[in-house]
């Protein structure tokens, strides 16, 4: 069984920083991509940045120069250093892990969602 693990959601001011984590478990082959999704209140889910195993990344327009995802594909890893964050990047941050292959599963597999308020 497939499981996702988030970290590092709190609190923080304007302009200051954050560095989320997810950590995939489980008998694991292989990952495609991994990234991140947020989610405000009363919005749809968006995309904020992914990575695939081969090393593309991808932001959004809104993140980009401010975030930075990172992979550790030993680790079935994810990363996302946060910087200059504002206050409209608050939302529950979702780790996504895309086309798995492992053991009795496959597919895509979320985390359970970490909070993120950026607040002064």
């Known amino acids: 069984q497939v499981q996702l693990v988030e970290s590092g959601g709190g609190l923080v001011q304007p302009g200051g920083s954050l560095r989320l984590s997810c950590v995939a478990s489980?008998?694991?082959?292989?990952?495609?991509?991994m990234g991140w999704y947020r989610q405000a209140p009363g919005k749809e889910r968006e995309l904020v940045a992914t990575?695939?195993?081969?090393?593309?990344?991808n932001y959004a327009d809104s993140v980009k120069g401010r975030f930075t995802i990172s992979r550790d594909n030993a680790k079935n890893a994810v990363y996302l250093q946060m910087n200059s964050l504002k206050p409209e990047d608050t939302a529950v941050y979702y780790c996504?892990?895309?086309?798995?292959?492992?053991?009795?599963?496959?597919?895509?597999?979320w985390g359970q969602g970490t909070q993120v308020t950026v607040s002064s």
């Open positions: 489980g008998s694991i082959f292989s990952i495609h991509a």
């Open positions: 996504i892990a895309e086309q798995i292959i492992a053991t009795m599963a496959s597919g895509d597999y």
């Open positions: 990575s695939t195993i081969g090393g593309k990344t």
